[in-house]
Nanobody, 120 residues
């Protein structure tokens, strides 16, 4: 069994910064890609950023230049540094991980989400 736990969300003023973390634990052999998604009320979940095991990154246009995704493979953890936050960044942020388990199975696991609110 594999679990993903996000942390680091909260309330921040426009222009502020937050750093989200997502730690994977359990019967993990390796993790391929790790991703951050977000979902605002009344909208579909959208991809914010992704990172491969060799640290190639990809960003949504809305995140380019403001957000940075990174990972620590030794800790099975992915981070999302968010700078210059805007009210439209308000959403629940979810991480996922494409996990190769020790049981030789492979599936994508999701975290429970962490709320980010950008407001004055």
């Amino acid at each position: 069994q594999v679990q993903l736990v996000e942390s680091g969300g909260g309330l921040v003023q426009p222009g502020g910064s937050l750093r989200l973390s997502c730690a994977a634990s359990g019967s993990i052999f390796s993790i391929a890609s790790m991703e951050w998604y977000r979902q605002a009320p009344g909208t579909q979940r959208e991809l914010v950023a992704s990172i491969t095991s060799d640290r190639r990154t990809n960003y949504a246009d809305s995140a380019k230049g403001r957000f940075t995704i990174s990972r620590d493979n030794g800790k099975n953890t992915v981070y999302l540094q968010m700078n210059s936050l805007k009210p439209e960044d308000t959403a629940v942020y979810y991480c996922n991980a494409d996990v190769f388990a020790r049981s030789a199975t492979r599936r994508v696991y999701w975290g429970q989400g962490t709320q980010v609110t950008v407001s004055a």
